[in-house]
């Protein structure tokens, strides 16, 4: 089994910034893509930011410039830079990872608001 422990999100106002992590431990040989998705409500599912296990990345338009994603391969872990955070970035964040299939966490809440 493959476990995904999302933590790091909260309440922040508009203009700051959250950190969120993302740790999948268990029956896991190799991680390729990880990747940080939202759903805020009344709203479909979407990709904020992904990343493949050689670095390369991939933003939605409405975080480019603010996000940053990055992940540390030795300890199976991807997380989230979010500056300069707006209203429209509440939302659950999930993690998802494709380790021969797709995982997905729980979700972790951000909520930006004043």
């Known amino acids: 089994q493959v476990q995904l422990v999302e933590s790091g999100g909260g309440s922040v106002q508009p203009g700051g910034s959250l950190r969120l992590s993302c740790r999948a431990s268990?029956?896991?040989?190799?991680?390729?893509?990880m990747g940080w998705y939202r759903q805020a409500p009344g709203k479909e599912r979407e990709l904020v930011a992904d990343?493949?296990?050689?670095?390369?990345?991939n933003y939605a338009d409405s975080v480019k410039g603010r996000f940053a994603i990055s992940r540390d391969n030795a300890k199976n872990t991807v997380y989230l830079q979010m500056n300069s955070l707006k209203p429209e970035d509440t939302a659950v964040y999930y993690c998802?990872?494709?380790?021969?299939?797709?995982?997905w966490g729980k979700g972790t809440l951000v909520t930006v608001s004043s």
């Open positions: 998802r990872i494709y380790a021969g299939q797709d995982y």
């Open positions: 268990g029956n896991i040989f190799s991680i390729n893509t």
């Open positions: 990343i493949t296990r050689g670095g390369s990345t």
